[in-house]
T-cell receptor
Framework: GAVVSQHPSWVICKSGTSVKIECRSLDFQATTMFWYRQFPKQSLMLMATSNEGSKATYEQGVEKDKFLINHASLTLSTLTVTSAHPEDSSFYIC????????????????FGAGSRLTVL | AQTVTQSQPEMSVQEAETVTLSCTYDTSENNYYLFWYKQPPSRQMILVIRQEAYKQQNATENRFSVNFQKAAKSFSLKISDSQLGDTAMYFCAFRAGGTSYGKLTFGQGTILTVHP
C-alpha cells in the first residue's frame, strides 16, 4: 500500500533556529500533501495544503512566514519552522492521497509517522 | 463550519470484550464522509473505517463496525473481540464532500486501553 515517510522523526533545536521536516511519498506521486499539527493528547489540526509546483494554502490562523512549505517534486514536501520558539514544540504530521489507487481507495489519506519537534 | 465531538476522553475494556466509542458531529452539508482513525503509541495514524454519508448501510471492517445515524449526526465505532493491539487513541473525523481530501476535522480523541 501507499507509504508516506517523514524525517526526522524527532528533532530538538534551540530557540531562534530553523528546522526542516521532510515528507516523502515513497511509492506514489502526490501532487498534494497536507501538514497537520498535534499537541500532546490533543487532536490534529490542519495547518496547510502543500501543492506541487505552487504556493501552499494555509489554514486560517497559521503564520505562513513561520511555517514555510515547499513542494518541489511529486514525492517531496518540506515544512520549515523558522525562528522556532518553545511554543512551536509539537508533533507535526503530513499526509498524502494516492491518486493511483482510485476506486474505493480514492478517498483515503495516508499519514506519515510524524515528527516531534522540541524547541529549547 | 463543521464540528466533531468525542465525549469520552478515555475508555477501557477487557480483552475479548466489546467496546463502543461515541462521536457526534455538526454540519449543514448533505454530502460528506466520516472516518475513524487509530493512533497507537507509535503515533502513526491508521485508518480504521470510513462511511459515506449517502450510504445507509453501516460500514464494517472485520472486528470494527460503525453505527451511523445521519439524522442524529452520530457516528459511533464498535470494536468487537477487543485485542491488546487495539490500545490506542481513536479519532473520529469529518470531511465535506467536494472539499480537499486533506481537509479533515478531527474530534478530540478517545484513549482506549485494552486490558489483558
Amino acid at each position: 500500500g501507499a507509504v508516506v515517510s517523514q524525517h526526522p522523526s524527532w528533532v530538538i533545536c534551540k530557540s531562534g533556529t530553523s528546522v526542516k521536516i521532510e515528507c516523502r511519498s515513497l511509492d506514489f506521486q502526490a501532487t498534494t500533501m497536507f501538514w497537520y499539527r498535534q499537541f500532546p493528547k490533543q487532536s490534529l489540526m490542519l495547518m496547510a495544503t502543500s501543492n506541487e509546483g505552487s504556493k501552499a494554502t494555509y489554514e486560517q490562523g497559521v503564520e505562513k512566514d513561520k511555517f514555510l512549505i515547499n513542494h518541489a517534486s511529486l514525492t517531496l514536501s518540506t515544512l520549515t519552522v523558522t525562528s522556532a520558539h518553545p511554543e512551536d514544540s509539537s508533533f507535526y504530521i503530513c499526509s498524502a492521497r494516492d491518486y493511483i489507487q482510485g476506486g474505493s481507495g480514492a478517498n483515503v489519506l495516508t499519514f506519515g509517522a510524524g515528527s516531534r519537534l522540541t524547541v529549547l | 463550519a463543521q464540528t466533531v465531538t468525542q465525549s469520552q476522553p478515555e475508555m477501557s475494556v477487557q480483552e475479548a470484550e466489546t467496546v463502543t466509542l461515541s462521536c457526534t458531529y455538526d454540519t449543514s452539508e448533505n454530502n460528506y464522509y466520516l472516518f475513524w482513525y487509530k493512533q497507537p503509541p507509535s503515533r502513526q495514524m491508521i485508518l480504521v473505517i470510513r462511511q459515506e454519508a449517502y450510504k445507509q448501510q453501516n460500514a464494517t471492517e472485520n472486528r470494527f463496525s460503525v453505527n451511523f445515524q445521519k439524522a442524529a449526526k452520530s457516528f459511533s465505532l464498535k470494536i468487537s473481540d477487543s485485542q491488546l493491539g487495539d490500545t490506542a487513541m481513536y479519532f473520529c473525523a469529518f470531511r465535506a464532500g467536494g472539499t480537499s481530501y486533506g481537509k479533515l476535522t478531527f474530534g478530540q480523541g478517545t484513549i482506549l486501553t485494552v486490558h489483558p
